[in-house]
Nanobody
């Protein structure tokens, strides 16, 4: 069984920074793509950033140059460094990890979500 734990959200002023963390634990044999999504009130969940096992990264246009996704394969963990935060970044942020475990095989696992609020 795979468990997911997210942390790092909070309240920050515009222009501030936050670092989100997400780790998967349990009987994991391998991981593949890791991603961050977010969902603002009244809106659909949207993809924010992704990183391959080899650390190739891709970003939503609106966060390019401000957010950085990274991973630690030994810890089955993914991170999102968010700088120059704007009020429109306010949302619940979710991590997603593609992992292979026993007996489930390859599956996508979601974190529980962490609230990020950017406000004065």
């Amino acid at each position: 069984q795979v468990q997911m734990v997210e942390s790092g959200g909070g309240l920050v002023q515009p222009g501030g920074s936050l670092r989100l963390s997400c780790a998967a634990s349990g009987s994991i044999f391998d991981t593949n793509r890791m991603s961050w999504y977010r969902q603002a009130p009244g809106k659909q969940r949207e993809w924010v950033a992704g990183i391959t096992y080899g650390s190739t990264t891709t970003y939503l246009n609106s966060v390019k140059g401000r957010f950085t996704i990274s991973r630690d394969n030994a810890k089955n963990a993914v991170y999102l460094q968010m700088n120059s935060l704007k009020p429109e970044d306010t949302a619940v942020y979710y991590c997603n990890i593609e992992a292979r475990s026993d007996p489930e095989g390859w599956r996508n696992y979601w974190g529980q979500g962490t609230q990020v609020t950017v406000s004065t």
